[in-house]
């Protein structure tokens, strides 16, 4: 079937999208020697790095697995999650009660505590509980009490950055939305997991604190790097700015992402501003970013509006389509379709490996490849399983499952 051809609405297309990118890391990924999984995966599937563990790659693949086993319903992918549950307590966990960011093998090469990686074991927790895999529970309660007591900023009502250090006093002074963003998403999965309504109440927060009151700052757009203070840091890696975690600029894709994640809140937590907020921040994405003539999505733009980065992002696209999915069915739009049409067209012709499966990570301006490079550390393609996810679950909650919108298919032309 042509990419023209397909219904991107289709339940059935999601849950088998989500399969055939398991089935491009599975079980290639598994690392029955070292434990946990081999990231590194060429585009044909085959190992460039056997040694690398990222915390965040390590979490991103219980999350795809877990994600997997229950829409797919098959065990041999919970058994997959529990195998990086069981790393993440016996391998990253750190005596200090931290989890390690980087290790090569079974030996830490960077003990650095992330609240970015915190993140995603939270989220690994979260999505392993719903999905019933051993020890989940456990992991879930040790990385809960972390971020509680080492990571949350009662004064700011944000979490801080970044902490070197066993004894957890040296705490950076760079602070970050992207961890706090990344935290908003683990707090609703762990809402999702348990019902209780303290992760809730702090996902609320935690969007309210970014995208309304820190955002009032900056034209209601949402600015990565902040001082101490949370004052805008308007600077910060201006002379590195692919930094791969603290990219320069405006990035739209966090707009999209915070979209996705407001709707998500509104579904539990109705209230004033939150859908707003998710409409203007995926409008001011796709104003600023999209690309008419050819359907890209650049990828930053400065303080001044001009655009740094043309490449296209994976991720970008994946978080685009979700979020223009929850607001189509939010919002009773059909605008949004057919921006989730347009995303999942141009996903669908240049990042979607047709032969081999997965996702590209990064092509240039013309949708072309830099590299055979699929999966560097920390990839796994949990942006694309988690979109797919997203709108299986929103149309579950819309009672639409069945009774997919009737605009019709992605037309590549219409990009």
Same mark, same amino acid.
């Given at each position: 079937m042509s990419t023209t051809e397909r219904n991107y609405r289709d339940p059935n297309f999601l849950t088998g999208h989500i399969r055939e990118i398991i089935q491009f890391y599975h079980p290639v990924c598994m690392d029955h020697e070292f434990g946990g999984f081999i990231n590194q995966l060429r585009d044909d599937g085959t190992v460039f790095d056997r040694l690398t563990k990222h915390l965040v790659g390590t979490c991103r693949f219980v999350f795809c697995f877990s994600v997997a086993s229950m829409m797919l319903n098959s065990d041999e992918y919970r058994l997959c999650a529990a195998h990086g549950v069981k790393f993440l307590l016996n391998r990253h966990r750190q005596r200090d009660g931290g989890f390690a960011w980087l290790m090569r093998g079974h030996d830490v090469v960077d003990s650095t505590n992330h609240c970015y990686g915190h993140a995603f074991v939270l989220l690994a927790a979260a999505t392993a509980t719903k999905a019933g895999v051993d020890a989940s529970d456990e992991l879930f309660e040790a990385v809960w009490d972390v971020l509680e007591t080492k990571f949350w900023d009662p004064s700011s009502q944000l979490y801080v950055d970044e902490i070197k250090g066993g004894d957890w006093t040296s705490i950076d002074g760079y602070r970050g939305q992207n961890a706090n963003m990344h935290l908003c998403?683990?707090?609703?999965?762990?809402?999702?997991?348990? $019902?209780?309504?303290?992760?809730?109440?702090?996902?609320?927060?935690?969007?309210?604190?970014?995208?309304?009151?820190?955002?009032?700052?900056? $034209?209601?757009l949402v600015w990565e790097h902040y001082h101490a203070d949370w004052s805008h840091n308007w600077s910060y890696n201006r002379d590195n700015p692919r930094d791969l975690f603290r990219t320069y600029g405006f990035l739209p894709g966090h707009f999209t992402e915070w979209s996705k994640l407001l709707v998500i809140l509104d579904r539990y937590r109705p209230n004033e501003w939150s859908a707003t907020r998710a409409e203007q921040l995926f409008g001011a994405a796709m104003n600023t970013a999209w690309v008419p003539s050819t359907g890209a999505i650049n990828y930053t733009f400065g303080p001044d509006g001009r655009i740094l980065d043309t490449d296209q992002y994976y991720w970008v696209f994946a978080e685009t389509l979700a979020a223009a999915a929850l607001l189509a069915i939010k919002t009773q739009n059909d605008d949004y379709w057919l921006w989730y049409d347009r995303a999942w067209s141009y996903a669908d012709r240049h990042f979607v490996d047709h032969k081999h499966g997965g996702w590209y990570r990064v092509l240039d301006r013309n949708g072309k490849r830099y590299s055979d490079r699929k999966s560097p550390p920390a990839k796994t393609d949990y942006h694309p399983v988690s979109a797919c996810y997203e709108v299986l679950q929103a149309l579950l909650a819309d009672g639409s499952e069945c009774q997919l919108p009737s605009a019709g298919r992605a037309d590549a032309s219409a990009v």
């Open positions: 998403e683990a707090l609703l999965a762990s809402y999702e997991a348990t $019902n209780s309504h303290k992760f809730l109440d702090r996902a609320e927060i935690l969007a309210r604190r970014i995208c309304v009151d820190i955002a009032a700052s900056a $034209n209601g």
